[in-house]
């Protein structure tokens, strides 16, 4: 799903993709800035689909997982 400001959404997160950008919107991000925490959610709703995961389950230790891949130099998290 091709979502707000032109963000690729797909997996668990894409129903929440409108309602963030109106929040982030509503509390005055900048559009860029905005668009920047839709990417990261995009990428986090791609890796909870890759592992299999639900939304509820993207607590401590796999947020943890998540971004050691992300800022390993491994840029977007594929395992």
Do not use: N
Request: hydrophobic share 35%; net charge positive.
């Amino acid at each position: 799903m091709r979502g707000p400001w032109g963000v690729q959404f797909c997996g668990p997160l894409t129903p929440f993709a409108d309602g963030l950008a109106g929040e982030l919107g509503r509390l005055g991000y900048a559009q860029t800035t905005a668009r920047g925490h839709l990417e990261l959610w995009a990428q986090v709703s791609r890796w909870l689909t890759k592992q299999g995961l639900e939304p509820s389950d993207f607590t401590g230790p796999e947020i943890d997982r998540f971004l050691a891949r992300r800022f390993h130099g491994r840029g977007v998290p594929e395992t």
